[in-house]
């Protein structure tokens, strides 16, 4: 199943987000850990419940699953790959680094408030003519000699 098609309910919120954090099972022992997992990825901006599931949620945001929401859904079991603590934290280095490298894109292309964009070899090409423009419309200076 595709991951917007899963996104269209909260049982499919659910599943989602246990492959992605690595629990395949919700029991009463995990739920928490279930819980804490998914709190971790909604801080680094990959929560699985956007406003399709549940209106309260901002256009363009997404959060995770609530407590109450993992604990209702105790016994529910997918086939995702189990994720020891290790490779649990493996995964999430790696989700940072993706993060790190979306936001160097972004630096770059001038979408953040705090940078502007590079310029293009057409834009500098067009600035170092005008500038050369305006140096030959100077009158020369004259040195004594």
């Not at 269209?8 to 995990?30: A, F, M, S, W, Y």
């Not at 209702?72 to 020891?84: K, P, Q, W």
Request: charged content about 30%.
């Amino acid at each position: 199943m595709q991951i917007d098609q899963l996104r269209r309910t909260l049982k499919g919120c659910v599943e989602l987000q246990c492959h992605i954090v690595g629990i395949p099972k919700i029991t009463k022992k995990n739920y928490k850990e279930f819980f804490r997992r998914g709190k971790l990825l909604q801080i680094l901006g990959s929560g699985v419940i956007d406003n399709l599931v549940d209106d309260s949620v901002e256009e363009g945001m997404s959060r995770s699953l609530t407590i109450d929401e993992a604990e209702e859904h105790i016994g529910f079991v997918t086939n995702a790959i189990n994720l020891d603590s290790k490779k649990w934290k493996n995964q999430v280095f790696a989700v940072m680094e993706e993060r790190i490298t979306d936001l160097a894109t972004m630096e770059d292309e001038g979408l953040v408030p705090y940078t502007k964009a590079k310029e293009t070899i057409n834009e500098e090409n067009s600035r170092a003519t005008e500038e050369l423009d305006s140096l030959s419309e100077e009158e020369p200076i004259e040195y004594p000699h």
